[in-house]
């Protein structure tokens, strides 16, 4: 005689944690008679859900899958007809407990395919009341989709302000604790970095605004380049409490940034660039963007990105390839 599996599911972890829904799911498969339970933190709309992957690779012919809800696997009528029709020419018997159960008879397929729809018609018009609710939000003044900002403007204000007056009065009063300096050299430049880091920021009455503030910094820059010097400082306020992780937070960024820039200026010589009208500018800054990370992304051997671009232009059908590699 076959086993008896059960199968619980909700969509987010908040869920999983307050017991909205998990815990009355399991006692429900148990009671039927389920011998083990697998359980998923998943939303209905991924089909690749851990623990009902490990499940499907168990369940053989004889066994039972017992769920709740036929929603609890399923969500959509391809991906349930799918996993449906699967367990059945396995000879697994379904069994979901507001309905009824469910084997490899003609009925039974009748049945599943019609409830699968109603299910996928369910959550369309769920969805399309969603769609419906943000349109009238966006609307309203101050709306801003997606998640609530961590800061406000109010204190990406105070920042700035801290950045431009406070630090530099600071700097120019204090003793740094702590400071380091740096040297590097590549892509035709020499530069020394400065680095200067105050942990003793108590003084600031704004400080309960900025609970996570540990520092302030300051970056000192001499760059050398074709015979040229140039100088430039920035004040940092940061969380990070240790200066060798200071300059390396900040010596990360900024390589971040010129490697970027380096190679949009020798590769697509957007420094040349005379595209002013309108927004074109900022519209082609972000296709050039996309199309170095394409090119930095499509594998060949022995070619640098200057050659792929190049390629790109007088080959069409390598064009094409290195466009349908991101697909």
Not at 10 to 22: P, R, W
Not at 43 to 71: A, H, N, Q, Y
Not at 190 to 197: K, M
Not at 223 to 228: D, Q, S, V
């Amino acid at each position: 005689m076959g086993k008896k599996y059960g199968y619980i599911r909700v969509s987010t972890q908040g869920q999983a944690q307050n017991g909205n829904g998990l815990k009355s799911q399991r006692e429900a498969v148990v009671n039927r008679g389920a011998e083990k339970v697998f359980e998923d933190v998943w939303t209905g709309t991924k089909r690749d859900r851990p623990e009902l992957s490990k499940l499907m690779d168990l369940l053989k012919c004889g066994d039972t899958l017992i769920v709740t809800k036929l929603d609890r696997v399923a969500r959509s009528v391809v991906d349930g007809c799918t996993l449906i029709e699967t367990l059945m020419n396995r000879g697994v018997t379904i069994d979901v407990l507001d309905m009824a159960v469910f084997d490899s008879r003609r009925t039974s397929v009748l049945q599943l395919h019609v409830l699968l729809a109603f299910a996928q018609f369910e959550r369309d018009l769920l969805l399309e009341g969603l769609q419906e609710g943000k349109a009238v939000a966006r609307e309203k003044e101050g709306y801003r989709e997606g998640r609530k900002p961590k800061w406000t403007s109010k204190q990406y204000d105070h920042a700035m302000e801290l950045l431009q007056h406070n630090a530099k009065l600071y700097f120019d009063t204090h003793t740094a604790n702590d400071q380091i300096i740096t040297k590097e050299k590549g892509h035709g430049r020499f530069e020394v970095r400065e680095y200067y880091l105050v942990t003793d920021v108590d003084w600031m009455w704004q400080k309960p605004e900025w609970e996570a503030l540990g520092a302030i910094g300051m970056v000192k820059s001499k760059i050398t380049r074709n015979g040229k010097l140039h100088e430039e400082t920035r004040y940092v306020i940061t969380t990070l409490t240790d200066i060798n992780t200071f300059a390396k937070a900040v010596r990360a960024h900024w390589g971040i940034e010129n490697s970027l820039h380096w190679y949009l200026d020798v590769i697509f010589n957007e420094d040349a660039s005379r595209t002013r009208k309108d927004n074109s500018a900022e519209n082609f800054s972000v296709i050039r963007r996309i199309a170095l990370n394409i090119l930095k992304k499509f594998p060949a051997d022995n070619m640098s990105l200057n050659r792929k671009r190049r390629k790109c232009h007088y080959d069409a059908d390598f064009m094409a390839e290195v466009l349908l590699s991101v697909v």
